[in-house]
């Protein structure tokens, strides 16, 4: 059962324009919600977060939005940069446990 | 942010061999530590949670015998592949927390000949 999906599973953006990355999850007991960035062969970058009794989040160019009633989330990478082309986890835990992770979306900016 | 590192960041072994990957939290205690792996082209699996002082909990379909986790202090979880075979070859990550956020380590690749 895939309580955190990422229904795209790539997605390209011309640079500068934004990138919008979605996420769904089904359990309604999650309390925290994370976004991180992962190129090939290292490990996760932590990006951003937002908990539950928030609706956005930015830091920089990056702003995370939690629409709890939709059980969705939504990453949204303002201007995009070359940089950024990386694959993306979105998260959830539930009281500080263990987190459950999104299949990732590749995000592809295009010069 | 916080730092943890992993080490070896990658290892060929032998079959039938063990390997033992350490993660260390450098700048902050970690209670509690994560083991991931990473298939090719795949999400992260956890494997399981390691906690300081007391046996890991191993996620279901996990072997514990053979993925054995040691968290001999607040700053150090090891991973041990034993008796590896090449269907344990991946990527393997750990993870420390602090407050909600999840750090994790640079990775090991494993390949077991």
Redesign the interface.
Known sequence: DQQVKQNSPSLSVQEGRISILNCDYTNSMFD?F?W?KKYP??????LI?I?SIKDKNEDGRFTVFLNKSAKHLSLHIVPSQPGDSAVY?C?A?KG?E??T????TRLTIIP | GAVVSQHPSRVICKSGTSVKIECRSLDFQATTMFWYRQFPKKSLMLMATSNEGSKATYEQGVEKDKFLINHASLTLSTLTVTSAHPEDSSFYICSATVSYEQYFGPGTRLTVT
Do not use: Q, V
């Open positions: 925290y994370l991180y062969a290292e490990g996760p970058t932590f977060s908990s986890f998260a835990t500080n263990k987190l992770f999104g299949t990732g």
